[in-house]
């Protein structure tokens, strides 16, 4: 064989494996990671920065919104559209007022003790429009937690019997739903992990599989950004 | 045979066709199957069933499309025994199955190459994540399929790493025979490996696995379908592995030349049997408790899960039984090599051969008594935990045989500082440091500070890498030039050794010390302060890989396009396989040989320790 | 010819008496290397004297290195001697060494030392280990006890993907998200998961025990002066495994009662809900999860 073919023969193994490398890669970077989601800063330049989050907790996502339908996920408004991302940029020493609305029905907590909210402002949360400092733990659908900032609360779930349940994501304010409120405030800049800690994926043992395992389902980050 | 004859004949091709097959065979009957099944696994979106019988299909079609069912269908038929898969010339019989031993080794040497670059590839990448320590590079649960990945394919494809290539290969020519006891089986094992880790370089496809090397249930039990590729990965290198093992022991057993009796064997035979008896007994057990993981995982039975009767103890231990065997699979061949070598180039016999065949069989029998110290904190029964401190001290007493046979082998020697025994000497280097830093793990009370964390990462990778792996590259430098008859660059050689050298001791050697900061095992995130170690670590990292390239450009270059005839005997060995022609001709010998002693005689005088059958002896 | 081997002449034989300068050589660099390890990297050992497991610790790691240093100065010694000592000399015809096979008396002065000093270790760890545990889990039934473990100020710890809660039985069961532990008391931690395998690390206080689940898995440690100290997760749990840290902190008794009153306080709202027993319809407390069809929450 001619050099100049066995050359030709190693470019084009080396470009090869260029290709499946890089191909590899980005596929990993994308793999099970959520795009960022910039929540709105008011009060941004002037006095201290105030963020509404709106996020919605549903049964089921869907085929439109994810390639897994029956998983349950977390879904954030933005720009007046219900999208499934679960990394939140948000400002540092902000507050930060959060409401919660929940298509999902009930399933108990493994560990009772996160039915007990703390870490936000009162350590309370309102439960349509009602205060309430800890729910029944068998009522708790899904839950919200950031362990770095010491934030946990529980979501109530919808009863079994409500009219009008919501099938797939995203979900309608006509569908049964609960309604949580809380505040809670940022302060240093940082990666702040935030899962639920229901175990809610059903067919998984432990319940702890496919949604709970991944990001962009039922786990996320809090990006806290300086100003 | 004309060029269309080949292409419809069995071959890789047909393999991969029937394979894809098989693959969707599988994939739509276990659908069919699971529309009966229980109800709410319709939640997690996936058919765990499919994957496994999707992949099963797929093997059992790949090695039906290369020709295995072939000879079995024939016999049934009624047709002689044959070998008329050795029969094949030229490079196609390269890629299918070939019953030639030599071409079988060659075959591993490259397929292994592969996969151990792709799991060096995923080193990389878990650096890269590492160099900061909150940013994140990578997804939190793809940076731990990465990690998984890493551990999984070295630990899989290097269990094989020197006899799939290097012991089939010579230990027909070391003990006179001209072929395997079992050559289908030889082949099989070899593309059962590859079938093996294609499957495992596909589990990203289905979610990866959030496990680690290890797989621990019950996190294996909840894990994404990416989880199955591992199983299956895990089992077909299981069965590739007994089978290897199993050929290699009916061989020296059985096939050995007139006049080679136990004590006149080479040592490195001596180090493959006692590799392939742990093989034979410790993989079975791997592919027992990954079946039963499989069955957890879609059968919905409990073996390991704890609230239904099962225990998660259950698979640490199954796993352990064979999992520390297993790090003897890997490091005996580099004993093995180190003192088969080190005579060669110190111009000495072996010194103590006695010796050093009882510290490889020694480390092999009491490689089954040490695995609870894996398990020190998880709530063993503590009077367990001295027995398994006593019994894992004790193995660095053969251990040290190997050491002492060594360094005596060199002492007063004539040594030469060629690339095969500068590999050799960075092995007594790196394993010292490897083997103490297991003295500190061995402790209980120190293995309560260090277990867990990058200390007995270290660890392992001194003694691993730097144990199989140098020896690995040594082994290639040595025997290459016979394999191909092409000469390998030496300067190059020489830069390539140095560079991984310095390199792998600056990547590792931080990690003892991370690992007493504080910093635990594959973990995406760690402390602010450990930032510029991790970094010192990942850029040396980065360099070691780049050594790897220089190794991959002399390979390259030596056999493309320098081409230089390598000489039958470029070491002035002793020893039988350099007195043949590089390469080897398909048949070994003209005649069988007749051996009259061990092939250390250096010093000794001009007195061959064989002769071809039919001529005077040259000794008694 | 293919039986010919490659023999060549042997170098001219050489008197001088080489095993005895090496032997000089290592004496003198252990003697001098050995105190040196132990003064200067000695004190820099982990985990530290938060608590008298992590000094346990620390004195063996210390043990260990000094008996370890004259083995590396052994082989440094050996191989830098030989290495340059033997050396073939370049551009000279290959010559074989003497033939030199055995030594029978060498071979049985290593088998007994190398014998004796894995016997010290062994016993000498297990010596160490016995006093009182090590800061190791154990397992439910502990056998290395310390002194006075019956009155052990008891925490469990659960470990769950991905967080450790903390239950203090002495405060009535209250359960917390922080470990804080009152200064100069022997603790008893029973370690625990309620799904896939953990391992609750104290890092400064050298306590490691793996959470299986279903397994009680109990540690002593004697916490000494206040400090804090990180807890990490060492057994890989899954997706935040890597994230599943947060400090603990030991606390001189006036401030461990404030903190233990605001701790119960936050805890009274649930504690109706704790201290049900599952069949009397509190909160399902399953290892595995399985719910009805009916209960589904997707």
């Known amino acids: 064989m001619r050099v100049g073919v066995k050359l030709l023969l190693i470019a084009a193994a080396v470009t090869a494996a260029g290709v499946l ?73 902000a507050t930060i007022n959060v409401t919660i609305y929940n298509f999902d029905g009930a399933s108990a907590l493994r560990n009772p003790f996160y039915a007990r909210p703390q870490g936000m402002v009162g350590n309370r949360i309102m439960v349509d429009g009602q205060p309430v400092d800890h729910i029944d733990p068998n009522d708790a659908s899904h839950t919200f937690a950031v362990p770095a900032l010491g934030i946990i609360l529980a979501i109530p779930g919808v009863t079994d019997d409500a009219k009008n349940q919501c099938g797939y994501a995203p979900c309608q304010m006509s569908n049964a739903h609960r309604t949580i409120k809380f505040t809670f405030h940022t302060t240093t800049p940082g990666h702040f992990r935030w899962q639920c800690f229901v175990p809610c994926a059903a067919g998984w043992i432990d319940g702890f599989g496919g949604p709970m395992q991944t990001i962009g389902y039922m786990d996320g980050f809090l990006n806290v950004k300086a100003a | 045979m004309t060029v269309a004859r080949r292409l419809l004949g069995f071959n890789l091709l047909t393999g991969a066709i029937l394979g894809v097959v098989g693959w969707y065979v599988g994939w739509f009957g276990a659908h069919a199957i699971h529309g009966l099944s229980i109800e709410y696994f319709a939640d997690t979106d996936y058919n765990e069933l499919s994957v496994y019988l999707a992949y099963i299909g797929g093997v059992v079609g790949f090695l039906a499309g290369l020709g295995f069912l072939n000879y079995p269908l024939a016999r049934l038929r009624g047709y002689p025994p044959s070998l008329r898969e050795k029969e094949g010339a030229g490079v196609g019989r390269y890629f299918g199955l070939c019953t030639d031993h030599k071409v079988v080794g060659i075959q591993y040497l490259w397929g292994i190459g592969l996969f151990f670059f792709i799991g060096g590839l995923n080193a990389m990448l878990i650096r890269t994540e590492l160099l900061r320590p909150s940013h994140q590079v990578f997804p939190a649960g793809t940076y731990l399929t990465i990690v998984g990945l890493h551990g999984t394919m070295m630990m899989g494809i290097m269990s094989s790493g020197i006899l799939g290539p290097f012991a089939n290969y010579l230990i027909p020519i070391m003990i006179g025979a001209r072929r395997m006891a079992f050559p289908r089986i030889e082949a099989l094992t070899f593309w059962l490996l590859m079938a093996a880790g294609a499957i495992l370089t596909t589990s990203v496809f289905f979610g990866g696995f959030p496990t680690g090397w290890t797989g621990y249930a ?187 046979c060594g360094m005596m082998t060199l002492w007063r020697g004539n040594i030469r500082f060629t690339v095969p025994m500068l590999f050799c000497l960075a092995w007594f280097f790196n394993f010292l440091i490897g083997g103490l830093s297991g003295v500190f793990l061995s402790d209980v009370p120190s293995d309560v500070t260090s277990h867990g964390s990058f200390f007995s990462m270290a660890h392992f990778h001194y003694t691993i890498m730097g144990g199989l792996i140098f020896t690995f590259f040594a082994a290639i430098y040595y025997w290459v030039p016979k394999m191909t008859g092409w000469e390998l660059n030496e300067r190059l050689g020489k830069i390539h050794f140095w560079t991984m050298f310095i390199f792998f001791n600056s990547t590792f050697f931080p990690l003892f010390i991370a690992g007493f900061e504080g910093q635990p095992r594959r973990v995406v995130t760690y402390a602010h302060h450990l930032q510029f170690l991790n970094d010192w670590v990942s850029v040396s990292a980065f360099c070691l890989g780049i050594s790897m390239l220089i190794f991959l450009f002399n390979l390259v270059w030596s056999l493309a396009f320098a081409k230089k005839p390598a000489e039958a005997n470029p070491w002035s060995s002793r020893s039988i396989e350099f007195q043949l022609p590089s390469p080897v001709p398909v048949h070994n010998f003209d005649r069988i040989p007749v051996f009259s002693s061990d092939p250390y005689g250096y010093g000794e005088g001009p007195v061959p320790n064989w002769v071809p059958a039919g001529q005077p002896a040259g000794r008694e | 010819m293919a039986a010919e081997p490659n023999a060549a002449p042997a170098r001219p034989s050489d008197s001088t008496n080489h095993g005895m300068r090496v032997v000089v050589a290592w004496l003198v660099l252990s003697v001098i290397a050995t105190p040196l390890v132990a003064i200067f990297v000695g004190p820099l050992f ?253």
């Not at chain 2, 510290?359 to 029964?381: A, C, E, M, T």
């Not at chain 3, 000279?92 to 030392?113: F, H, K, M, T, Y």
């Not at chain 3, 953990?198 to 025990?209: D, I, P, Q, Y």
């Not at chain 3, 049900?276 to 997707?298: I, N, V, W």
């Open chain 2, 218 to 404: 019950p996190l294996q039990t909840e894990a994404n379908a990416g989880m199955d590729n591992y199983i299956l990965f895990f089992a077909l290198v299981g069965i590739s592995m007994t089978l290897l093992g199993l050929n290699m022991i009916a061989t020296v057993l059985t096939m050995r030349a007139p006049g080679l009796t136990w004590t006149r064997l080479p040592i490195f035979v001596w180090g493959v049997l006692s590799t392939a008896v742990l093989m034979v007994l410790a993989a079975p057990v791997l592919v027992a408790t990954l079946a039963m993981g499989a069955l957890d995982r879609t059968a919905q039975t409990s073996f390991f899960n704890a609230a239904a009767g099962g225990s998660s103890y259950l698979y640490q231990n199954l796993f352990w039984v064979f999992g520390h065997p297993e790090v003897y699979i890997l490091a005996l061949p580099g004993f093995a090599i180190v003192l088969e070598l080190l005579p060669v180039f110190a111009r000495k016999p072996l010194w103590g051969y006695r010796l050093s065949v009882a510290g490889l069989l020694g480390v092999s029998l009491l490689s089954w008594f040490v695995w609870q110290h894996h398990l020190f904190v998880s709530g063993i029964n503590g009077d367990l935990r001295p027995f398994y401190m006593l019994s894992t001290e004790l193995i660095s007493i053969p251990t040290g045989f190997t050491f002492l």
């Open chain 3, 46 to 298: 982990p985990p530290g004297n938060a608590s008298a497991e992590g000094q346990g610790q620390v004195f063996d790691n210390q043990v260990m290195t000094a008996f370890v240093t004259p083995i590396l100065c052994l082989l440094a010694v050996f191989f830098a001697y030989g290495l340059i000592t033997f050396h073939a000399r370049r551009n000279e015809a290959i010559l074989d060494g003497p033939p030199l096979r055995n030594d029978s008396q060498i071979q049985l002065l290593w088998v007994v030392i190398t014998t004796t000093m894995v016997l010290f270790l062994a016993g000498f760890g297990t010596y160490e280990l016995l006093k009182d545990g090590s800061g190791g889990g154990q397992g439910p039934s502990p056998i290395a006890l310390p002194a006075h473990h019956q009155d052990a100020f008891e925490v469990q710890v659960i470990g769950q993907q991905w967080q450790f809660t903390y239950r203090y039985p002495s405060l009535g069961g209250v359960e917390s998200n922080q470990l804080i532990l009152p200064a100069h008391t022997d603790v008893a931690l029973h370690v625990t998961s309620l799904d896939v395998i953990h391992s609750f690390w104290a890092v400064e206080l050298g306590v490691k025990a793996d959470a299986n689940p279903g397994v009680d898995n109990v540690a002593y440690v004697e916490t000494k002066n206040p400090t804090t100290f990180h807890v990490r997760c060492a057994e890989l749990c899954g997706l935040w495994h890597g994230y599943m840290y947060n400090n603990g902190r030991v606390l001189d008794p006036g401030p461990w009662h404030s903190w233990a009153t605001q701790a119960a306080k936050l805890y009274v709202a649930i504690k109706p809900y704790m201290d049900k027993q599952e069949a009397d319809g509190g909160a399902p407390y399953a290892h595995s999860y399985l719910p009805a069809p009916d209960r589904r929450a997707g």
């Open chain 1, 21 to 93: 490398i890089g191909f590899y890669v980005s596929h990993l970077t994308k793999l099970a990671g959520s795009p960022a989601y910039s929540a709105p800063v008011q009060n941004a330049g002037s006095g201290h920065p105030v963020v509404n989050l709106e996020i919605q907790t549903v049964a089921a996502v869907g085929p439109k919104l994810s390639q897994n339908p029956d998983w349950v996920s977390y879904l954030v408004k933005d720009n007046g559209q219900w999208k499934r991302k679960t990394v939140w940029d948000l400002p540092a020493h």
